[in-house]
């Protein structure tokens, strides 16, 4: 069984600043990793991926992959209230997903 | 672009009764994928179906069953429904192409069981 961990939550951070969400995974032969947020009451929504070390930036987001340290990272720059909601961390286990506890963040206006 | 859809998007049902989710994939994916989300919780797995064969099996109840169709839909079916069942149900799907396994989630179902 694969364990995913995350930092404990809830984060809280205010508007403009860079919040920094964190995924810790157990199986060193993990290849693809996937953030996803989701809004109270709504669906988890896919916002990034990331399948080779280093950073990936989409916009206002990067995600930075360590497969020797095995984590995964969530950079969300100028964070904004609407960026309030749960970060999922999610990497595939045989055929399906195994995610992992998710951290709420908080963005103080 | 097509997203997933799910039906019925809210579900009232009483103890003991059967209900039944639909979920249509996203146009030429392949793989479907139940979760359930209790409050608080994040996604727990149930099951999955690649081209019209279950693939994967996880935390789904003996009480639960489901199916994918020739059109790729999906269809989760409960009975003896419990207190404990009241959730979110999602349903997400993928294409198994290439290395991505990115999954797409529908809207869900909230299913109250009164």
């Known amino acids: 069984q694969k364990e995913v961990e995350q930092n404990s939550g809830p984060l809280s951070v205010p508007e403009g600043a860079i919040a920094s969400l964190n995924c810790t995974y157990s199986?060193?032969?993990?290849?693809?990793f996937f953030w996803y947020r989701q809004y109270s009451g709504k669906s988890p929504e896919l916002i990034m991926s990331?399948?080779?070390?280093g950073d990936k930036e989409d916009g206002r987001f990067t995600a930075q992959l360590n497969k020797a340290s095995q984590y995964v990272s969530l950079l969300i720059r100028d964070s904004q209230p609407s960026d309030s909601a749960t970060y999922l961390c999610?990497?595939?286990?045989?055929?399906?997903?195994?995610f992992g506890p998710g951290t709420r963040l908080s963005v103080l206006p | 672009a097509a997203g997933v859809i799910q039906s019925p998007r809210h579900l009232i049902k009483e103890k003991r009764e059967t209900a039944t989710l639909k979920c249509y994939p996203i146009?030429?994916?392949?793989?479907v994928y139940w979760y359930q989300q209790g409050p608080g919780q994040d996604p727990q797995f149930l099951i999955s179906?690649?081209?019209?064969?279950?693939?994967d099996k996880g935390s789904i109840p003996d009480r639960f069953s489901a199916q994918q169709f020739s059109d790729y839909h999906s269809e989760l079916n409960m009975s003896s429904l419990e207190l404990g069942d009241s959730a979110l149900y999602f349903c997400?799907?993928?294409?198994?192409?290439?290395?991505?396994?990115?999954?797409?989630f529908g809207p869900g179902t909230r299913l109250t069981v009164t």
């Open positions: 199986d060193r032969g993990s290849q693809s």
């Open positions: 179906f690649y081209e019209k064969m279950q693939s």
């Open positions: 146009p030429r994916h392949d793989t």
């Open positions: 990331i399948y080779s070390n």
């Open positions: 997400a799907s993928s294409s198994r192409t290439g290395r991505s396994y990115e999954q797409y």
């Open positions: 999610a990497l595939p286990y045989g055929q399906n997903f195994v």
